[in-house]
């Protein structure tokens, strides 16, 4: 008889086929006289090979199975209906021995075998074998470490106690531990419909943490998406990696913190560029936004979409931003595990101090956009405004940036930016910056100054009692909260860019001040320091300013009762004849 396998053609006996065939008995019983013993299969699962293999069997050759051809072999085998009804010890029944015996017991034979049933569907999937191959991946990948005797494949840093190098360890004689996520690489070679199916199946048996779940969806994406890491390849396949990028998301653990922040920022950028559903994207921003405090300021670099001025998506940050607040407000007090060694002293309200310092560092950056308008960075800045920390140098740093990199903006405009700062909590080195920085407006300037004054003249007393109520007001803590409440009433010519001589006026304001601040332990020193500083405030430029600020505070009523109440009700001239003592404090007026 001939039989004809697509274009191939097996010139076979019907005996040695027929006696362990049902359906080539049925296919030569319904050929007709005119067509001979020709017969034509042209749907057999596997192709010319797989039947090859079935005709051997029936011959009783020796036939070769392995990881690469035995699924094909035991679908050809269905499909020829090869049943152990028709002859004891058939092929289906020593197919499904060896599978059994053999490749489901090896771990990478499984993972083999999985990757074959993709060209043979349906017949895999109804014979249950990719089912089969399922629970052997999971399974091994479920077992404790101390049980795994197989090879893998493993090339990624181990830590100390899981290379060898800790002192337990130190023994040749004992064994190398196996790591936790030891199987995360050689899954990595599935398409993603079948890795999906595997780390569900993972998940469903329950025995592996959500770390290494994590850990395994940035390995997978790592290596399945072309410049994941750098920046997604524009020639890519979009619909492929769509789904990809949609698949991991859909995978990721639902326990906080399991996978790092910067991956899942990576993935973001991943599902705008490859323009992937909102829903993930929510997802992927929901999750970032309770992990904010972990990422760092290049993760948050999202280039801006095609068409829009700016380089960097700042809308999106802004609103990561504002995920956070209200994540933050809507939960108890904050879970700072891991924030561990990173902030130590920060205590309960940690991970805001974290953000701020973070948007502080990506203001900074974004600055040096020329096409960035000043709405967004303002907007940005105020989100995190109520955002309680220790310093605002990195602000003060991103506002100079943008003004260095804008000069062009209105005095109001530059008036806005630098509401955003809190001079009082500028450190010596940016105070000494910004009273020689140009670019500032000049009540931002007379403002620095006068607070490193004030803070000098506390310094050099060891304490604030003896300052009126309104000094004290001013200082860091004071009742009056933030500077920004002095720069909302001022004049026309506050606003503007202090010219050079008033520059150097101040300058050597500032460089007393330091002076008298670094010699503060020697009180002959730390007197004449004082009278130093007190001749030098009633001269003309800074008896100028500091009348104009308080006169300025006074019509407005900024100074609280309370406060003036301490001084007598105001620093005028009459205070300073009664009360010589503190003349050469606040003499300013």
């Known amino acids: ?23 080539l008995q049925k296919l030569v019983a319904a050929t007709n006289d005119a067509n001979g013993d020709e017969i034509h299969i042209q749907d057999i699962p596997g192709g010319p090979a797989a039947f090859e293999v079935c005709a051997k069997f029936c011959y009783g050759m020796t ?18 209906e090869m049943y152990e009804t028709i002859e004891k010890g058939n092929l289906i029944y020593k197919i499904d021995v060896f599978l059994n015996s053999s490749i489901f017991r090896s771990w990478k034979d499984s993972i083999i075998v999985l990757q074959t049933t993709k060209s043979l569907l349906p017949w895999s999937e109804e014979l249950k ?84 779940i994590g850990e395994a969806l940035n390995a997978y994406t790592l290596r399945r998406l072309p410049g994941f890491s750098k920046g997604v390849n524009q020639n890519i396949d ?15 653990p639902t326990e906080k913190g399991v996978v790092s922040c910067s991956f899942l920022l990576r993935l973001l950028r991943a599902a705008i560029f490859l323009d992937c559903g909102e829903t993930e994207r929510n997802e992927l921003m929901r999750r970032i936004a309770q992990q904010l405090p972990e990422a760092t ?7 801006a979409p095609p068409g829009e001025a700016t380089v960097y998506d700042v809308d999106m940050v802004q609103n990561l931003v504002e995920e956070f607040v209200t994540h933050s407000s809507q939960t108890e007090p904050v879970d700072n595990e891991f924030l561990g060694s990173r902030s130590p002293k920060f205590g309960p309200d940690a991970s805001k101090v974290l953000v701020a310092k973070l ?46 990199e804008h000069p ?35 009540r931002v300037v007379v403002q620095v100054l006068f607070f490193e004054q004030v803070r000098a003249t506390a310094s050099a007393e060891n304490s604030t009692s003896d300052l009126p109520g309104s000094i004290r007001a001013l200082l860091p803590g004071g009742s009056h909260g933030s500077s920004r409440s002095t720069t909302t009433n001022t004049e026309e010519d506050w606003d503007s860019v202090p010219t050079a001589d008033d520059i150097k006026a101040l300058k050597g304001e500032l460089a007393t001040l330091r002076l008298g601040s670094n010699d503060s332990g020697n009180e002959a020193a730390k007197s004449d320091v004082e009278k130093v500083a007190a001749s030098r405030m009633k001269g003309l430029v800074m008896s100028k300013i500091f009348s104009k600020l308080w006169s300025s505070k006074e019509r407005h009523g900024e ?11 105001s620093v005028n001239a009459e205070e300073t004849k009664s009360t010589p003592s503190r003349s050469r404090r606040h003499s300013l007026s």
């Open 129 to 212: 074998v990719v089912s089969h191959c399922l629970d052997s991946i999971a399974s091994k990948a479920s077992i404790d470490t101390s049980k795994v005797e197989w090879s893998y494949t493993y090339n990624r840093k181990k830590i100390a106690s899981e290379n060898g190098n800790s002192p337990q360890w130190n023994d040749a004689r004992k064994p190398q531990m196996v790591p936790k996520d030891w199987w995360v690489e050689d899954l990595c070679e599935l398409p993603i419909d079948l890795y999906k199916r595997v780390i569900v199946t993972i998940k469903t048996k329950g025995r592996v943490s959500g770390d290494v």
């Open 359 to 404: 948007i502080d560092c990506y203001l900074a950056e974004i600055a040096r956009d020329p096409n960035l308008h000043l709405s967004k960075f303002i907007n940005l800045g105020e989100t995190i405004a109520s955002f309680s920390r220790p310093s605002h140098d990195g602000l003060y740093r991103a506002i100079d940036m943008y003004l260095k």
């Open 408 to 442: 062009g903006i209105s005095k109001s405009e530059r008036k806005r930016i630098c509401k955003l700062m809190d001079c009082r909590k500028l450190s010596a080195e940016a105070c000494m910056h910004a009273v020689q920085n140009e670019r500032l407006p000049l």
């Open 63 to 80: 036939v070769t199975l392995n990881a690469y051809n035995v699924v094909a072999a035991r679908c050809a085998a269905e499909y020829l």
């Open 1 to 23: 008889m001939v039989v004809n396998v697509g274009d191939v053609k097996f010139y076979l006996h019907k005996f040695p086929l027929l006696s362990k065939s049902a359906r």
């Open 238 to 252: 979009f619909v492929k990696y769509r789904s990809l990028v949609e698949t991991i998301v859909w995978l990721l």
């Open 297 to 303: 300021m290049n993760d948050l670099l999202i280039r």
């Open 559 to 569: 100074i609280s009762s309370s406060d003036t109440s301490d001084s007598h009700g």
